[in-house]
């Protein structure tokens, strides 16, 4: 079997809503789980770039980082009999501006929920432990 790494990025974008954080989460369309936005880094690009590229062309909205979130996840899996070993970087990222309604047609559906309803919906566990990374950040804020 041939193998392949790849290098991705994104970011768990966050906006204040009263006392609390909301974080923006999407539902892939090709394979209906709720994800967070993040994508293949470019030749050229570095991975702070790359996140946010993603989140814009993903869910539809302009954020800044504010610090990376830990080690990059790490998975195996196999695609048209390639095992392709993946690496994600992952970034807290704020609002800024833009609106979730100009997602791309990747995500079938973009939405602001609560960190632990994030966490909930999230497809993959370890999405799940990048939100719970994010959480523990935003409550030293």
């Known amino acids: 079997m041939e193998n392949k790494n790849e290098t991705s990025a994104g970011g768990v974008v966050f906006r204040k809503k009263g006392k609390n954080y909301e974080v923006l989460i999407s539902k892939h369309s090709g394979y209906h789980k709720w994800v967070l936005p993040k994508g293949l880094v470019e ?9 946010v590229r993603e989140v814009k062309e993903e869910v539809g909205v302009e954020a800044r980082i504010i610090k990376p979130l830990g080690e990059p996840e790490s ?9 392709i070993f993946k690496k994600v970087y ?9 609106s979730e309604q ?9 939405v602001w929920v609560s960190i632990d309803e994030a966490i909930e919906r999230m497809g993959f566990e370890g999405a799940k432990n990048v939100l719970k990374q994010a959480k523990k950040e935003l409550e030293k804020e």
């Open 75 to 83: 998975y195996i899996y196999t695609l048209n009999g390639v095992r």
């Open 90 to 98: 992952y970034f807290l990222m704020e609002y800024v501006g833009g």
């Open 43 to 51: 030749q050229g690009e570095t991975h702070e770039q790359t996140a």
């Open 102 to 110: 100009e997602h791309d047609f990747e995500m079938e559906d973009v």
